[in-house]
């Protein structure tokens, strides 16, 4: 047996190329398959698909390209087809050395589609010096391209533009599109900052603030008419996590900062904090609202309050544990109690000073679990019921083929003309009526064993997860990774669990239980 020509299709879609409808992932699988069609190898062929969405071209560590590459070392790639050399790689050197020296080691042909360049028709040469320019010009545009969107977003911030859409609290855009103090509120920023700077915590600000009725930031921009700002979660209640931002935030003193982040790797959204001596920063880019001597004074007092190198603590029930009054996330002092850090700014809230201690609600949270097992006994009828529905299907099954070999039987009496034209179509008729009917009643019966099956399997899983559950001492990370999305703290000593799926234990999705233990003081 001939061996099959392997054609590689190499596709890249960076970030850049998502309004470029000629570049979309479609139209470059089209045009290549286009090419590797027009190959006189085509008959013979085996088409694979490499592609990188979302990666740069600057450099090859992309995914793709690299299990492409990896193929061709391993001698299975015959030829590969790209758009254009661009798609494949905008640095020359690199891309230049893989054309001209690795592909032809491993007797790999190159094909670039839009520069008509294909290594077949060079035997060895460099190409062209057209295609090395090509190399150059593909390499020079990229880095062009983000030199100049670059220094114009630079530019217009020079200018005094505010590039955001939102400016910070205390600020507002101006009809120039430049960022000028909101006298509004301009002033509880700058008593913000005069509170800190005479020694209160990120917490004590925060009940001043809530005893003065300030508004939230959410809240003060919804009364401005914004009312896409959900405020429902802060319950007017400013956090600490937002007063240190606003400490942290050197636009207050009238320097922008920008590239701050970037992305952790190519092609993804999550995003890191830079160094601050890479950040860019213009200083007088705006109207400061508070000086910079009162900015250097309350950083340094609240960096007072702050761990140096804190560490991430690790435990069971981390990320999971809510106040059921206000829906936060519940915090967890000295390593052995969960609080809610929102109901400590004012005593009139129904979750304030309540408390959980960890080892007390883990047990509480294992023993929940197990008093919602009791569903899950009966998976041996469900076997039963299976079986019994399997057996019933293949009855049906049988059936059908049965009318559907009658059918045939008479078309051979008619064919041999053992039977007359208007008998078999008088007795086709009846058949096909049978049928018909013995299609609709299969089909609901099929229907009816893949539910139970699905029951079945779900019972199966969840007597998996009982077993678990019943041989665990203790509540483990595996089991509430598998079952628990969050535990919600409620006062009256009552907790709620939301599971990961639905019907986990053949109960509704979220399941409360008063427990008695005392764990909330």
Same mark, same amino acid.
């Not at 959204?269 to 950040?279: A, G, I, Q, S, V």
């Not at 899983?461 to 997860?465: D, G, L, W, Y």
């Not at 990961?500 to 019907?503: A, E, L």
């Given at each position: ?10 596709i ?6 998502f $309004?470029?409808e000629?570049l ?12 590797a069609?027009? #190959? ?5 062929s085996?088409?694979?698909e ?26 299975k790639i015959?030829c590969i087809?790209?758009k254009?050399?661009s ?19 491993y ?6 589609v839009?520069?008509d360049?294909?290594t ?14 090509k190399?150059?010009?593909s ?26 859409v ?6 507002r855009?101006s009809?120039?599109?430049?960022m ?11 008593q ?6 005479d020694?209160n ?10 005893s003065?009725k300030?508004?939230?930031l ?5 009364d401005?008419?914004?009312d896409?700002y ?20 050197q ?12 992305v ?8 890191? #904090? ?15 609202i508070?000086?910079k ?13 702050s761990?140096?190198?804190k560490?991430?603590r ?5 990320g ?16 052995a ?6 109901s ?11 408390r ?5 609600l ?13 569903p899950?006994?009966g998976?041996?009828?469900s076997?039963?019921?299976l079986?019994l529905?399997?057996?019933?299907q293949?009855?049906?099954?049988e059936?059908?083929r049965?009318i559907?070999d009658?059918k ?6 008619y ?12 007795q ?11 299609k609709?009643?299969h ?5 009816q064993? $893949? ?9 199966l ?5 009982v ?15 598998r ?16 599971y990961?799926?639905?019907?986990v234990?053949g109960?509704?999705?979220?399941e409360e ?6 764990? #909330?003081?």
């Open positions: 047996m001939k061996q099959k020509y392997v054609i590689a299709l190499y890249r879609l960076s970030v850049e190329d $309004k470029t000629s979309s992932i479609p139209n470059q699988k089209l045009l290549l398959r286009e090419k069609m027009s #190959l006189q190898e085509w008959d013979n085996e088409v694979l490499f592609v990188d969405n979302g990666h740069t071209g600057t450099n090859f560590e992309r995914p793709a390209v690299q299990e492409l590459l990896t193929m061709v070392q391993a001698g015959n087809i790209v254009d050399l798609r494949f790689g905008r640095n020359s050197i690199e891309t230049g050395y893989f054309i001209e020296r690795v592909f032809p080691l007797h790999t042909r190159f094909i670039s839009s520069d360049f294909d077949a028709n060079f035997k060895g040469d460099t190409g062209g010096i057209d295609i090395a320019f190399y150059l010009i390499e020079c545009y990229s880095r062009d391209m983000s030199m100049k969107t670059k220094s114009a977003k630079y530019a217009k911030m020079r200018r005094g533009e505010y590039q955001s939102i400016c910070p609290y205390g600020y855009k009809a120039d599109g430049r000028e103090p909101d006298e509004d509120v301009a002033g509880i920023v700058r913000i900052f005069e509170w800190a700077a020694g915590t990120a917490a004590e600000i925060t009940r001043k603030l809530y003065l300030i508004p939230t959410g809240e003060y921009r919804r401005k008419g914004k896409h959900n405020v429902s979660r802060t319950h007017g209640v400013w956090s600490s996590s937002t007063v240190l931002r606003m400490l942290e935030d636009r207050y003193i009238g320097t922008y900062v920008i590239g701050k982040r970037k952790q790797e190519i092609g993804s959204r999550r995003m890191k #904090l830079k160094d601050e001596n890479e950040w860019f920063k213009i200083p007088d880019h705006h109207l400061a508070v000086s001597e009162l900015f250097e004074k309350a950083n340094a007092s609240i960096r007072r309050f761990l140096p190198n560490k991430r690790d435990y069971l029930l981390r999971k544990v809510f106040c059921g009054c206000c829906d936060h996330a519940m915090s967890l002092r000295n390593g109690w969960f609080y809610c850090r929102h400590e700014v004012a005593e009139n809230f129904p979750c304030h000073g309540v959980v201690k960890m080892a007390d883990e047990q509480a949270v294992l023993e929940t679990i197990r008093a919602q097992m009791c899950v006994l998976i041996d009828s076997k039963d019921k079986d529905q399997t057996i019933q293949a009855e049906h099954e059936k059908l049965s559907q009658s045939r039987r008479l078309y051979e009496q064919a041999l003309g053992e039977i007359d034209l208007e008998t078999y179509r008088e086709k008729a009846v058949y096909d009526a049978e049928l018909v009917q013995a609709n009643v089909a609901a019966i099929t229907a064993t $893949k539910q139970i099956q699905s029951d079945y399997e779900a019972r899983k969840q007597r998996e997860i077993q678990e559950v019943g041989n665990a001492d203790t509540l483990t990370q595996a089991l509430i990774d079952l628990i999305s969050k535990v919600y703290i409620f006062p009256g000593d009552r907790i709620e669990i939301e990961v799926t639905q019907d234990f109960v509704k999705e979220t239980s008063d427990y008695e233990g005392s764990f #909330l003081l």
